[in-house]
């Protein structure tokens, strides 16, 4: 079991910036409300490329809504240093390419791991290209997504790279808790599943399952 406490050692990495020095960091934004309560944490020391990249995200509304709200959050925020926004066209084929033959694999399993590995692989690409510091991702502030998974995977395709890793578990410190609380202060929209198709269909099922419970007490 990973007994690595990232929360921590981001903590160290932020605290060993020297004094009037403010780096540059890409941050993957998986959705709006799940971003509030990191960029939160994170604005007072950095200079934030906030990158949405969410190839796995179906139907396109759906990617145009969420992208929609991250632009609302960020209207609202009183930064004390940059933040840019940049927001690639929706484009499904490289989550399709990454989680080919392990499409019907639970949710948390083999086809998450896939699709994460490859939104960390293209922020790592755009944290080279805009001259970031370090980069990291909002993924971990989920309950429902494994922080040493992503923090493994983010220092894998970091090694030898000029750009460093943020460790991070954005859960940890009631963080999941706050950004559910930001989330209602901004009044912005909260999906009910991760992205992909095969998670909104599960989605479905849940609520499906949820309704026919309250019918039948």
Known sequence: MDKRQYHKEMAAVIADIPAGSVPKLLLHS???PCSTAVLEQLMPH????????????AP???FERRLETQKQL????DAPH????????????PFWAAVKGVEDTPEMGERCEKCIAQRMRESLTAAIKYHCDYFTTTLSVSPHKNAPFINACGEAIAEGQAVRYLPSDFKK?????????????????????CGCPMSLREAEARR??????SKST
């Open 208 to 213: 499906a399952a949820r309704e026919l419970k």
């Open 173 to 193: 410190g009631g963080g999941y808790a706050r950004s559910v609380e930001l989330s209602g202060k901004y009044e912005l929209y909260r999906q009910d599943y």
């Open 30 to 32: 998986c959705c709006g």
């Open 60 to 62: 396109r509304e759906e």
């Open 82 to 93: 940059p933040v840019t926004l940049i927001a690639p066209h929706h484009d499904d084929a």
């Open 74 to 77: 960020l209207r609202q925020l």
């Open 46 to 57: 950095f200079e934030i490329v906030l990158f949405y990249y969410n190839p796995n995200i």
